[in-house]
């Protein structure tokens, strides 16, 4: 069965900085790009980024590019996403996802909340 | 950059209705469009791919067309269990943007 398991919830102060993880499971992790999607409170997904654990490529959006970083580790079958920086703005729901034809598996979701 | 809009924004219908949500990317994707349903509170559920390839255990009344810009789901018999939000997504190439999604309600 093919998982994907998410860090838990943080709760962090402006400034700080912070890395959230996802760690797949029973399949080959190298093998399938993993994207990272935010969900802002009450609002839609937005697609930030996706990595290939395989070779460590990664692609940004746009609106993310420069504001967070992506990276992989395939010996420990994880991705990351981090911040150096955090702001209030950054409160949301953070879903790591594996990329097959669409995205066919979700991570359960990462809250992360920013908050003086 | 590529871009996805979906319509209406939200709907409201009836138990049995057929209900219809269209999405329309701003370049050809060919037919790498995925369609997700999220109930309040969950994780994004893939329900279709490859515009109207229906994901393994989702029922029948869900279904998908279209290919290039121009895309729809489309839902025969609305059930209580389909009240959600809707987002489609370009997978063709990045980035893999989503829809502002479509709250269907009942």
């Known amino acids: 069965e093919v998982q994907l398991v998410q860090s838990g919830a943080e709760v962090k102060k402006p400034g700080e900085s912070l890395k959230i993880s996802c760690q797949g499971s029973?399949?080959?992790?190298?093998?399938?790009?993993i994207a990272w999607v935010r969900q802002m409170p009450g609002k839609g997904l937005e697609w930030m980024g996706i990595?290939?654990?395989?070779?460590?490529?990664?692609r940004y959006s746009p609106s993310f590019q420069g504001q967070v970083i992506i990276t992989a580790d395939k010996s420990t079958n994880s991705a990351y996403l981090q911040w150096d920086s955090l702001q209030a703005s950054d409160t949301a729901i953070y879903y790591c996802?594996?990329?097959?034809?669409?995205?066919?598996?979700w991570g359960q979701g990462t809250q992360v909340t920013v908050s003086s | 950059d590529l871009q996805m809009t979906q319509s209406p924004s939200s709907l409201s219908a009836s138990i049995g209705d057929r209900v219809t949500i269209s999405c329309r990317a701003s370049?050809?994707?060919?037919?790498?469009l995925a369609w997700y349903q999220q109930k309040p509170g969950n994780v994004p559920k893939l329900l279709i791919y490859?515009?109207?390839t229906l994901q393994s255990g989702v029922p029948s009344r869900f279904s998908g067309s279209g290919s290039g810009t121009d895309f729809t789901l489309t839902i025969s018999g609305l059930q209580p269990e389909d009240v959600a939000t809707y987002y489609c997504?370009?997978?063709?190439?990045?980035?893999?943007?989503f829809g502002q999604g479509t709250k269907l309600e009942i």
């Open positions: 370049q050809g994707i060919t037919n790498y």
């Open positions: 029973g399949y080959t992790f190298a093998s399938y790009w």
């Open positions: 997504q370009a997978y063709y190439s990045v980035p893999n943007p």
């Open positions: 990595i290939y654990p395989g070779d460590s490529d990664a």
């Open positions: 996802a594996r990329r097959r034809d669409g995205y066919e598996n």
């Open positions: 490859s515009a109207s």
